[in-house]
């Protein structure tokens, strides 16, 4: 039987910084759980990497997964910009410290303790996955807007 997850994460935020919101949806063996969260002043940036750790931090045991991200930054900040930063202490190749080093960190543990294919889609060009993701994430901007706080899972 195949554990495999395949999740589609988005951020988005109103104003950059600004109000934000995140979600995820994990899909596994025909089910699927939708995540979503808000902060009050934020960026799109942190709201990108908050949905792929939330949705690393909800799965119950290391599975193998497939990230679709339409996050560029998330992308290739996972495969290609990580190591570079970790071996220059936290330092961009221009020697300015890491923006979002913390949740940076959170991710790089989460995504050592199970093996992850991460995958760019192109934002808003009918991955129905990536597109609840975005549609998850505004509501959650919505929702904190009309009072409500934090709407995980």
Do not use: F
């Amino acid at each position: 039987m195949d554990d495999s997850v395949i999740i589609y994460t988005d951020g988005a935020c109103s104003g950059n910084p600004g109000p934000g919101g995140w979600g995820a949806v994990l899909r596994w063996r025909g089910r699927e759980r939708q995540l979503s969260g808000s902060e009050a002043h934020t960026t799109n940036n942190r709201m990108e990497l908050q949905a792929v750790i939330a949705a690393l931090e909800a799965l119950k045991r290391p599975v193998p997964v497939t990230i679709y991200t339409d996050s560029q930054y998330v992308q290739k900040g996972v495969t290609e910009w990580l190591p570079r930063w970790k071996a220059r202490q936290w330092r961009t190749a221009s020697g300015h410290a890491v923006a979002n080093r913390d949740l940076w960190e959170r991710l790089d543990d989460l995504a050592t303790q199970l093996p992850i294919t991460w995958c760019w889609v192109k934002g808003h060009d009918g991955v129905a996955g990536n597109e609840l993701a975005d549609r998850l994430a505004r509501q959650a901007i919505e929702a904190m807007r009309k009072g409500k706080t934090d709407e995980r899972g």
